[in-house]
């Protein structure tokens, strides 16, 4: 079948009722051994010391933007410092209304009481995929974080393929083929997790594939999730159609964004969640706080401050926002030339600040360099990139396949004052930092010829 049910190996994480650790859409005779992205640990190479390659305390973190937090930003969060009390599960109610303001600017209306904010993606979706019954879709690639949460609620979960223009959403074909044969297994597929902007493959999925994957969860029952944490890092937002799809079924999606993606730095965890305007999404809505508050995930009182001021989207953050993404079409690409030139694969990038490369064409190349598969691949380019390049199992991806994430942040310079300078460069590419890390980049690639 296209999809399959993704859990580790006894004991790698909690368990649950009906999450066996077996694909339940094969017979048992075709079922695969689990992938080593889902908890296997690789033996250590002789004359290295052992490493954990295990998805959860090892997992890749989010693309590094590369640049300085905005000193806009760092006043309201220091002018904030002394709250000593976090914010209430969900978050208080200014950062809620905040949150409400930043979607209502982008189509998606709604009230406050339908936001819910979190100290970070992982526990948010955690406490949503909790708050919801039954069995998990996403598509194959997703982020790393994703299978995580499912497997420690001990929920079944399936990759659907994604179709060969983008990552981020299921071809629709494949997804009810999926939907079709967990059910004829016994299974119950209730929600499908998505990103139209993604993490790891850059790419922004085209409406008309949105709308024909979205209409054909909602056909077969399904809630859908819609990790928008990357939309306004879209490299050229005038010519590029966004289309959420809270903006095509608003009863059934639940959107999330992690701040971290535009608006705060990492090290400030906090995402927010918009639920549908219905009664069962308002049992969801409650269903999630509880969760939130079992597990004391609760917002930092000063970063809820600065992260109400970034949704407010002050002309500072806006022009941030702007030139972040203007600066890193431009590095992007050129880091997208240098994989291109190696004759390695890669999808153009359209927003973030990352590159999903298929290094499958230089695998004879590779072999003679003892990489065989996507981890030892990773090894390979952390090494010889000095920035983390986490392989494609990490994301879904086969273990054979040769694929990796590229980040583009490392480009930008190794200290405040080159990134700012790269920042604010009308020609980044020609400054002597920038161009000397994408000649260091390129000739890492070029050594696989």
């Known amino acids: 079948m296209q999809g399959t049910e993704d859990t580790g190996p006894p004991g790698s994480l909690p368990g649950g009722p009906g999450h066996a650790g077996q694909d ?28 954990d390659h295990g998805p959860v305390r ?38 809620r209304e905040a949150a409400r303001g930043y979607w209502d600017r982008r189509g998606l209306h709604g009230t406050a009481g339908g936001i819910a904010a979190a100290p ?12 919801h019954g039954g069995d998990v879709l996403m598509p194959r690639p997703c982020p790393a974080a994703w299978m995580p949460q499912a497997r420690l ?7 659907v393929p994604t179709p060969a223009e ?31 902007v993604d993490d790891p493959t850059a790419t922004v999925a085209p409406p008309e594939l949105v709308r024909e994957a979205c209409e054909a969860a909602v056909g077969e029952g399904l809630h859908i999730v819609s990790d ?3 939309r306004d890092t879209v490299h050229r937002p005038r010519d590029t159609v966004l289309l959420s799809p809270a903006e095509m079924c608003p009863d059934d999606v639940t959107v999330i964004a992690d701040l971290s993606g535009a608006l705060v730095p990492s090290a400030w965890p906090v995402a927010v969640a918009r639920f549908p305007d219905t009664s069962r999404a308002a049992v969801r809505h409650a269903r999630t706080l509880d969760i939130l508050t079992a597990l004391g995930a609760l917002v930092a009182g000063p970063v809820a401050h600065a992260a109400a001021h970034a949704l407010g989207e002050p002309d500072s953050v806006r022009e941030r926002i702007r030139r972040a993404a203007a600066l890193q079409t431009e590095v992007a690409a050129a880091a997208h030339r240098a994989v291109l030139g190696s004759g390695a694969l890669a999808r153009p990038p359209q927003a973030g ?52 994430r590229l980040g583009t942040g490392p480009l930008l310079g190794a200290t405040p004052q080159q990134q700012t300078e790269s920042l604010a460069a009308a020609k980044p590419l020609e400054l002597p930092h920038v161009a000397r890390a994408l000649e260091e980049f390129a000739a890492v690639f070029a050594d696989l010829r």
């Open 24 to 51: 339940r859409t094969r017979p048992p005779e075709d079922r695969a051994a689990p992938a080593p992205d889902e908890g296997a640990r690789r033996p250590a190479r002789p004359g290295r010391a052992h490493e």
């Open 58 to 95: 090892y997992g890749p973190p989010a693309p590094d933007p590369g640049l300085p937090v905005l000193p806009e930003l760092a006043a309201v969060l220091a002018a904030a410092s002394a709250r000593t009390r976090p914010e209430p599960p969900g978050g208080g109610p200014v950062l």
């Open 120 to 131: 970070g993606a992982q526990p948010l979706l955690l406490a949503l995929v909790g708050a």
């Open 153 to 159: 609620l001990g929920r079944p979960a399936y990759h």
């Open 166 to 196: 983008c990552g981020g959403v299921p071809d629709p074909y494949a997804l009810l083929e999926t939907v079709r044969r967990v059910r004829a297994e016994g299974g119950r597929p209730k929600l499908l997790l998505l990103s139209v």
């Open 228 to 230: 928008e944490t990357w």
């Open 353 to 404: 600040r990352h590159l999903y490369a298929d290094l499958g064409p230089l695998r004879s190349r590779l072999a003679d360099l003892g990489v065989t598969d996507s981890m030892e691949l990773e090894e390979y380019l952390t090494d010889r990139l000095g920035a983390p390049a986490p392989g494609g199992h990490r994301f879904g991806d086969e273990l054979g396949a040769l694929r990796v």
